[in-house]
């Protein structure tokens, strides 16, 4: 092999990620000493980020089936049936380092990554979700961080034209070091033009399509697997700058190549770019792939091989195109003013072999690089479940009034408006219910139908009891489907976790993935798609458990949908479900008591479904009047939400049994609060008692102020102002 | 004082506005123009006659706030 | 003969199938969607839509690159002849780099993006364009751009306002010029504006997402509903 | 040829950019600063070595295209 590529030595290779292990099984496969650029290959293609190796093992156990499941894990993104000869593609990825070092650029490029899965696969996107995780606020980065983010998430999101519709945002100083944008997108589909990345045909040309390869992200997805240290400003240069409009450009001319029938497989260059995409359709066609590198359109001189496999410039894609229709696609692609060039070919080989200035700088076997890359089965302890906390233990250090003003100001709790106003949420026309509610709903084309989405997870429960932390989020994720009207469907997730070679957090892994396996199977809900984000730590300490979960519901009739806000003076207020005060791990203890302790609350998956059932019910059957899902913060915060979101105060009275601390910021799960038409009461806890849900009367919506028995009442208006004041204060550098 | 601090991208990190700009030179029939690339200045009225500590002053508001050193140069011309 | 409508697609616009969608609902026809390398309007066209989004991705300057495209030209001799052109958002921003309307839109105030509904107060009702309005009356569309803060020198400003040129102001709700309202800080609480002729529309929020009842809101459909009024008395 | 085309908001109209950027200078403790206003720069490569040609074209690009002359001003530098 000629070339005048840096020798191999022991440093070159741990440079590059690879463990001696690792490399001796290199050695073993091919039989040699590999190439500077085969190193390069295998580095990227064999990391965490691409190979899933610590985890493989564990995904395998999430059911992924259920009978309107097109296409679960395994492509760029899962695919539903929605029916209508409709299909909705969705995925949630994460760019959680890149973010740290340039959160404009790093948010941005995941936002532009996260939507090329969908639109591979031949969907146009009608919406994207944000889950996101920053440091404490009084950390010196986090403001420019949470400043940088949202600005490039909607810098690329409002340019490219996809309304961002739902997301999280919260504080915790454990993500000081790491802060986590993960970032979901959806689109839809014709369920019989679903495009898939195995390249199929011997001798068929390999296409190249969008931007020019510079030297963006080199090492990026090496970058991406690796633990932070002090060193992590050295890392800064490979970040990668997006280019929303090209993306866009992209879009429209992939979607009309597509329609003409020119493309045989696709697969967007993400993460190691070329090497991943082109190693990606050939082992999942059982084929071999040849790139001559000559013809790649590069946006810089002298670019070595190493450096073209290895860039991650931004909107790009590689495909194979029927060979007849390939001028017509050229046409397109030039009409788009996009770069169009076939740089190789399928061969029957299943090797990878790379040309450059006619040399050959790779000549690996394919799938051993791809499906057949190692897995792991890492050690793992599984931690002991904290002591559940009883309620009678803990002692209102404050008024249960004080209590609430104080949590809807807080920087968990707080609007979050600040950020989403940010994010152009109505293009497109069809955002039925905008951020701030449970779920975003989105109409489907004209409608009646329409797509209900959410992003939820709880990281201090997953770190207190990885397996309930698990569950809680699925559960949380069906909660707010279902108050909204929506039948859930089937989710992603983005599991962020630290340093899987830690026994401690290898247990929170297979914890948490047990968790939202069970609930998954108990609610119908599969797992279609997924990305996992690991060694998010720095020096040494780890960022929460955080299993991002995306997910999807459907609405059969738009106008139908469930909103949270009281709609009418003197209507009934109604708690659904079971309330034992459960103050365990609940933001009542953290941000009042000062006190990050306890079990979390345990969730009854059956109940969960059984309420969630009976919630939707009463929406389709007109019953309720607004609904909302009980989570942090437990049921007053939720039903100071609900009057914010309104014109009505509301009066409100406690049962006995439970101390009103416990009762009022509880943190059970399966719960929901609803308001009813007077004259409708009897008729819905007939409802109850026959499906055997707990049901409540609190009180009643009206008046100017949240009066609780016994407590100082609150104006609306004030809680409001403080609802809304935290987090432009603290942008503004104020608080 | 008048000083002006010019903001340029690193050479190789993509440059979306000159790549279009160039685009719409072409179009215009511009010839010979080989590639764009574009960068920010920013005129700062600065009180005082101390050029030294002004230049010191310059210098950490560019690291701060004017360029983002991540993909970002600069340079710093005070004006007698 | 309903309203036959024309709206340009520039790279990077992104909001034309809602105008698109918005033309169609409220017209009963399917508007012309032109290509920006075209050199020509279709036959018989009655109005130019320019739609939102981020032509040439707003590089340079909002609206600067596709305001030297080729079918600007058939725009200008269309809008000199008295054609009747609407531009909306990015359609607003390409307007004035044209020359078509005075002024620039700069950076808002506050320098972010900004999505939200805000209130116009219809200053006018006797235009093509608000005819489907009352004067005075307050309507509520969305905003979506992060340089939609209207500016122009101090001669600019008072032609516009002494020949009423001024047609849509960011407003409270009950209709009051208020500062804590003008969410862009737009000079004047301007959000559209006449050319001379008054022929020429340029306005930065949104109609053609509110025009829908199912959606919610329908103050956007007025707009519309008064352009194919206008044409079909004029037929 | 290296050319590059400066492009400066005309004085009078106000620069909400420049502005702000006045205001976190100062809050980042910046004292002294009186002003500041934000503008643009083109690094423009030009093929072959006429001169004056290049001038004359970029002349005409920055009146066509690089500036909006309602409310910038542009100075043009021909490296030799
Ligand atoms: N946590 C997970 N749960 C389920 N599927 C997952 C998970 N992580 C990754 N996957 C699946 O593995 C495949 C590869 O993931 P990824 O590399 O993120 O996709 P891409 O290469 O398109 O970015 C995808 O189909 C993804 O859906
Ligand atoms: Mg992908």
Redesign the interface.
């Known amino acids: 092999m000629i070339s005048n590529e840096p020798p191999i030595t022991p440093e070159l290779i741990a440079q590059h990620g690879l463990k001696p292990d690792e490399y001796e099984r290199i050695l073993k496969l091919i039989g040699r000493v590999p190439s500077f650029t085969e190193l390069g290959i295998f580095s990227a293609m064999w990391n965490e980020h691409c190979s899933y190796k610590s985890s493989k093992i564990h995904l395998r156990t999430l059911p992924t089936k259920a009978p309107w499941v097109i296409q679960g894990p395994g492509e760029n993104a899962g695919v539903i049936d929605i029916g209508d000869g409709l299909a909705v593609v969705f995925k949630m990825e994460s760019h959680n380092h890149p973010s740290y070092i340039e959160p404009y650029q790093g948010a941005a490029t995941g936002v532009g990554g996260i939507l090329r899965d969908v639109f591979t696969m031949g969907a146009r996107p009608i919406a994207c979700l944000n889950a996101l995780s920053f440091g404490n606020p009084k950390h010196p980065r986090t403001r420019r961080l949470v400043a940088g983010v949202v600005?490039g998430i909607?810098?690329y999101g409002?340019?490219?034209?996809v309304p961002t519709v739902g997301g999280e945002v919260r504080f915790d100083r454990r993500y000081d070091g790491n802060c986590l944008v993960n970032a979901m997108a959806v689109g839809i589909a014709e369920a019989d033009r679903i495009f898939y990345s195995a390249a199929s045909g011997v001798g068929m040309p390999i296409v190249y399509l969008g931007s020019k390869t510079g030297r963006d992200g080199i090492h990026g997805a090496t970058m991406a697997s690796a633990e932070f240290g002090a060193d992590a400003e050295e890392k800064r240069p490979t970040v990668q700058v997006g280019?929303?409009?090209?993306e866009?450009?992209l879009l429209e001319a992939c979607l009309e190549i597509m329609a003409k029938g020119c493309v045989i497989a696709i697969q967007d260059m993400g993460a190691a770019g070329l090497t991943c995409s082109a190693v990606e359709m050939g082992a999942k066609g059982d084929l071999g792939i040849t790139l001559d590198l000559d013809r790649v359109p590069c946006r810089e001189t002298g670019m070595s091989a190493y450096e073209m496999m290895l860039s991650e410039s931004q909107e790009r894609m590689l495909m194979v195109l029927k060979p007849e229709k390939g001028k017509e696609a050229e046409a397109i692609f030039r009409k788009?003013?996009l770069d169009f060039a076939v740089v190789g070919e399928t061969t029957p080989t299943k090797r990878f072999l790379v040309r450059h200035g006619g040399a050959v700088m790779a000549d690996l076997p394919i799938k051993e690089l791809g499906d057949e890359a190692p897995v792991y089965d890492r050690p793992f302890v599984e931690q002991s479940k904290p002591q559940a906390i009883a309620a009678a233990s803990i002692v209102p250090p404050m008024s249960v009034a004080d209590a609430l003003e104080k949590l809807v100001g807080s920087p968990d709790l707080c609007s979050k408006r600040w950020v989403?106003?940010?994010?152009?949420?109505?293009?497109?026309?069809?955002t039925?219910q905008r951020p701030g509610g449970d779920a975003a709903v989105v109409?489907v084309n004209?409608?009646p139908k329409a797509l209900a989405l959410t992003s939820d997870v709880t990281p201090r429960y997953c770190e207190a009891d990885p397996f309930e932390g698990g569950k809680q989020a699925v559960a949380e994720a069906y909660r707010n489907l279902t108050a909204v009207g929506a039948t859930p469907l089937a989710l992603t997730d983005n599991l962020n976790f630290g340093n899987p070679e830690r026994p401690e957090i290898m247990g929170q892994l297979v914890g948490c993935i047990r968790g939202i396996a069970a609930a998954c199977r108990a609610f119908d809900f599969p797992v279609v798609s997924g990305n996992v984000s690991l060694y998010n730590e720095t020096n040494g300490r780890a960022i929460l458990p955080t299993p991002t979960i995306g997910g999807v519901g459907l609405i059969e009739d738009?106008?139908k949908s469930m909103t949270l806000a009281f709609k009418a003076e003197g209507e009934a207020i109604l708690l659904v479900g079971e309330t034992q005060g459960w103050l365990g791990q609940s933001l009542y203890l953290r941000d009042i008591c000062g006190r990050e302790e306890g079990a979390p609350p345990p969730v009854d998956l059956a109940a969960e479904r059984r309420h969630g059932n009976f919630v939707r019910a009463l929406i389709h059957g007109g019953l309720v009047t607004a609904a909302h899902d009980l989570s942090d913060g437990g049921l007053l915060v939720a039903l100071a939400e609900m009057a914010m979101a309104s014109s009505f105060g509301a009066v409100l009275q406690a049962p006995s049994e439970v101390p009103p601390h416990a009762f009022w910021f509880g943190e059970d799960q399966a719960r929901y609060a609803v308001t009813v038409r007077p004259d409708l009461v009897a008729e819905v806890l007939r409802a109850a008692g026959v499906a055997c849900v707990p049901v409540h009367r609190l009180g009643a919506t009206g008046g100017e102020v949240i009066a609780v028995d016994g407590e100082r009442p609150l104006r609306r208006g004030d809680l409001l102002a403080r609802f809304e004041a935290w987090l432009p204060a603290y942008m503004s550098g104020a608080v | 004082m008048k000083a002006r601090v010019t903001v340029t991208l690193k050479s190789g990190i993509l440059d979306?506005?000159g790549k279009?700009?160039e685009g719409?030179l072409k179009s215009?029939g511009f010839a010979g123009i080989a590639s764009v690339r574009?960068g920010k200045v920013f005129d700062i009225e600065i009180e005082g006659a101390d050029r030294v500590g002004a230049e010191a002053a310059l210098r950490n508001a560019a690291e701060k706030l004017l360029a983002n050193t991540v993909i970002e140069n600069y340079r710093i011309e005070v004006a007698g | 003969m309903a309203m036959k409508s024309a709206v340009l697609v520039f790279?990077?616009l992104?909001?034309e199938?809602?105008m698109a969608?918005?033309l169609r609902l409220i017209s009963g026809r399917e508007p012309a969607m032109v290509w920006h390398a075209d050199s020509g309007l279709p036959a018989g066209t009655d109005l130019v839509v320019i739609p939102g989004?981020?032509s040439?991705?707003?590089?340079?300057?909002c609206g600067?690159?596709a305001a030297?495209a080729p079918i600007m030209e058939a725009v200008r001799a269309f809008a000199r002849k008295g054609g009747l052109v609407l531009g909306v958002c990015n359609g607003f921003q390409i307007l004035c780099?044209a020359g078509l309307l005075p002024?620039?839109l700069?950076?808002?105030?506050r320098?972010?993006?900004?999505?939200?509904d805000v209130f116009l107060r219809v200053e006018r009702s006797d235009t093509p364009f608000t005819r489907g309005y009352n004067a005075g009356q307050v309507i509520r569309v969305?905003v979506?751009h992060?340089e939609g803060?209207y500016?122009a020198?101090g001669e600019t400003i008072a032609r516009l306002e002494g020949e009423g040129r001024v047609v849509f102001r960011y407003s409270s709700p009950d209709g009051m010029i208020d500062p804590n309202w003008n969410h862009n800080?737009a000079m004047n609480a301007i959000a559209g504006i006449l050319n001379e002729g008054g022929n020429v529309l340029g306005l930065m929020p949104?109609p053609?997402?509110h025009v829908?009842a199912?959606?919610?809101c329908t103050d956007g459909r007025g707009l519309f509903a008064g352009l194919v009024d206008y044409f079909r008395q004029a037929a």
């Not at chain 1, 409002?158 to 034209?161: M, Q, T, V």
Request: aromatic share 12%; glycine share 16%; hydrophobic share 35%.
């Open positions: 600005a909607g810098g409002n340019s490219f034209g280019d929303p409009f090209s866009k450009l788009w003013g989403f106003q940010q994010y152009d949420h109505v293009i497109l026309g069809n039925v109409r004209e409608g738009f106008t | 979306p506005q279009a700009i719409a215009l574009q | 790279p990077g992104n909001r199938r809602d969608r918005a989004g981020f040439y991705g707003d590089y340079l300057r600067a690159i030297r780099e002024g620039v700069m950076r808002n105030a320098l972010r993006f900004i999505c939200r969305p979506a992060g803060n500016i020198d800080g949104h053609e997402d829908e199912s959606m919610g």
